[in-house]
C-alpha cells in the first residue's frame, strides 16, 4: 500500500493530557499538509510543509500545537494539554510537487476524543 | 467567513438518474477546484479537479462543470450508483484546500 497512512486511527484521551500523532505520507511527495474535520464541517487548514520546511500555519493552530517534518519524510503533529473542544478527526494529506496543479490525497485520519 | 459554500447538506436520488450537487465560491482569486468524495471513518479521496481556463472536465461518469462569472461548479454523476452514497466535498486550491460543508449523497434502489 503506497498510500497516505496514519498512527493511531483512534484515540482517546484525558482533558490535559499530551497526544501526538504520526502520518507517512506517499514516497515521492515533498508537501505535507495537516487538516483538521468536526462534526457537519469540512476539513480545515492547520498547517502544511514542503520537504522539512513549515511554510504555512493556520491561526486555528494554538501554540498547544506543534508540528515536525524532520528529515522531510513523515511528520507528527503533537497537541499539549488537551481541551474538549481539540476533539476532532485530523487529516493528513501530501502532494506532489508546488504549484496548484496537485491534488492532495488524503490519509484516513486520526479520530481524537478529548474526554 | 466561509469561502466555499455549499448550501444543500444533503441529496437523495434514485439509481441510474443523475446527481447534481452545487458549490459556490466568493473569491474571484480562486481558479483551481477540486472534488472530493468521503465515506464515514475515511479520508477523503480525490475524485476530479477543473481549472479555470477550462469550463468542463469529464472522467467517465462524473463531470464538473465551472462557471466563473456566477463563481459556481457542479458536479454530475451519472448515471447514479448505490456505491456513490458518501459525503461530497468540493474544494478550492490556494496551496491550501479550502473546503466548502459537504452534500451528503444518498443513492437508492
Known amino acids: 500500500d503506497t498510500g497516505v497512512s496514519q498512527d493511531p486511527r483512534h484515540k482517546i484521551t484525558k482533558r490535559g493530557q499530551n497526544v501526538t500523532f504520526r502520518c507517512d505520507p506517499i514516497s515521492e511527495h515533498n508537501r505535507l499538509y495537516w487538516y483538521r474535520q468536526t462534526l457537519g464541517q469540512g476539513p480545515e487548514f492547520l498547517t502544511y510543509?514542503?520537504?522539512?520546511?513549515?511554510?504555512?500555519k493556520s491561526r486555528l493552530l494554538s501554540d498547544r500545537f506543534s508540528a515536525e517534518r524532520p528529515k522531510g519524510s513523515f511528520s507528527t503533529l503533537e497537541i499539549q494539554r488537551t481541551e474538549q473542544g481539540d476533539s476532532a478527526m485530523y487529516l493528513c494529506?501530501?502532494?506532489?510537487?508546488?504549484?496548484?496543479?496537485?491534488?492532495?490525497?488524503f490519509g484516513p485520519g486520526t479520530r481524537l476524543t478529548v474526554t | 467567513d466561509q469561502q466555499v459554500k455549499q448550501n444543500s447538506p444533503s441529496l437523495s436520488v434514485q439509481e441510474g438518474r443523475i446527481s447534481i450537487l452545487n458549490c459556490d465560491y466568493t473569491?474571484?482569486?480562486?481558479?483551481?477546484f477540486l472534488w472530493y468524495k468521503k465515506y464515514p471513518a475515511e479520508g477523503p479521496t480525490f475524485l476530479i479537479s477543473i481549472s479555470s481556463i477550462k469550463d468542463k472536465n469529464e472522467d467517465g461518469r462524473f463531470t464538473v462543470f465551472l462557471n466563473k462569472s456566477a463563481k459556481h461548479l457542479s458536479l454530475h454523476i451519472v448515471p447514479s450508483q448505490p456505491g456513490d452514497s458518501a459525503v461530497y466535498f468540493c474544494?478550492?486550491?490556494?496551496?491550501?484546500?479550502?473546503f466548502g460543508t459537504g452534500t451528503r449523497l444518498q443513492v437508492f434502489p
Open positions: 494529506a501530501s502532494s506532489l510537487g508546488t504549484g496548484l496543479i496537485h491534488e492532495q490525497y
Open positions: 474544494a478550492s486550491n490556494t496551496d491550501k484546500l479550502i
Open positions: 473569491n474571484s482569486m480562486f481558479d483551481y
Open positions: 510543509f514542503q520537504n522539512e520546511a513549515q511554510l504555512e
